[in-house]
Nanobody
Framework: VQLQASGGGLVQAGGSLSLSCVAS????????IGWFRQAPGTEREFVAGISRGGTSTSYAASVKGRFTISRDNAKKTAYLQMNSLNAEDAAVYYC??????????????????WGQGTLVTVSS
């Protein structure tokens, strides 16, 4: 499974960005998808997750109400819409795929497949 994350960039505080994660696998709908982020000097942390069918989502408390995760299984793509961005959201964002669990998990160990990351920079 190969994952390609894109959509990062420079945005002003209060602005929005939309990230995409395209998978090169024929059975994309068999994987729960998670978005994680890692800022310099910090551990990689869970941001949001979505179940295989897209009916169940979960969010870190820090992004709930501002970020929205979604997926289009026909396009083998997951998305992370990020609104009201602030300096604390600046990080490299990674998408990851979990073949074992139907609903998304927040622990990194549940995800054996990872994309290369896309950088989000927030200017004040």
């Amino acid at each position: 499974v190969q994952l390609q994350a894109s959509g990062g960039g420079l945005v002003q505080a209060g602005g929005s960005l939309s990230l995409s994660c395209v998978a090169s696998v024929s059975t994309f709908s068999s994987y729960a998808i998670g978005w994680f982020r890692q800022a310099p000097g910090t551990e990689r942390e869970f941001v949001a997750g979505i179940s295989r069918g897209g009916t169940s989502t979960s969010y870190a408390a820090s992004v709930k109400g501002r970020f929205t995760i979604s997926r289009d299984n026909a396009k083998k793509t997951a998305y992370l819409q990020m609104n009201s961005l602030n300096a604390e959201d600046a990080a490299v964002y990674y998408c990851a795929a979990d073949p074992r669990n139907v609903v998304p998990r927040s622990n990194r160990s549940a995800y054996p497949y990872w994309g290369q990351g896309t950088l989000v920079t927030v200017s004040s």
